[in-house]
């Protein structure tokens, strides 16, 4: 059974940084897609990144990119959200996801993103933003 438990989440100042992990066991981590998605309260479920099995491809919802970073460690069976000059919008529950599948993308392409495409899911790390 895929596990996925994120970790890093917490309140920062508008214009800081976090770091958020995701921990995936119950599978072979290099035959899977992974990603992020967050939800606001009220909202609904938004596509944050993705990422392909080997780390060469990755894709981010527009309005994101330039401030998030997705990377992976294969040998620590680890996703990581490297988010920067982080806004009070940005505040959501940060969620990890996990497709199996082991393929690439072209640069400028993009995997999947939508939410239907994610088999797995973590429980959620709370990120708060203030202003």
């Known amino acids: 059974q895929v596990q996925l438990i994120e970790s890093g989440g917490g309140l920062v100042q508008a214009g800081g940084s976090l770091r958020l992990s995701c921990a995936a066991s119950?599978?072979?981590?290099?035959?899977?897609?992974m990603g992020w998605f967050r939800q606001a309260p009220g909202e609904e479920r938004e596509f944050v990144s993705g990422?392909?099995?080997?780390?060469?491809?990755?894709w981010y919802a527009d309005s994101l990119k330039g401030r998030f970073t997705i990377s992976r460690d294969n040998a620590k069976n680890t996703v990581y959200l490297q988010m920067i000059s982080l806004k009070p919008e940005d505040t959501a529950v940060y969620y990890c996801?996990?497709?199996?599948?082991?393929?690439?993308?072209?640069?400028?392409?993009?995997?999947?993103?939508?939410?239907?495409?994610?088999?797995?899911w973590g429980q959620g790390t709370q990120v708060t933003v203030s202003s």
């Open positions: 990422i392909n099995w080997s780390g060469g491809s990755t």
């Open positions: 996801v996990a497709k199996r599948e082991r393929r690439s993308y072209n640069s400028g392409s993009y995997g999947p993103t939508g939410f239907v495409e994610f088999a797995s």
């Open positions: 119950g599978l072979i981590f290099s035959m899977y897609t």
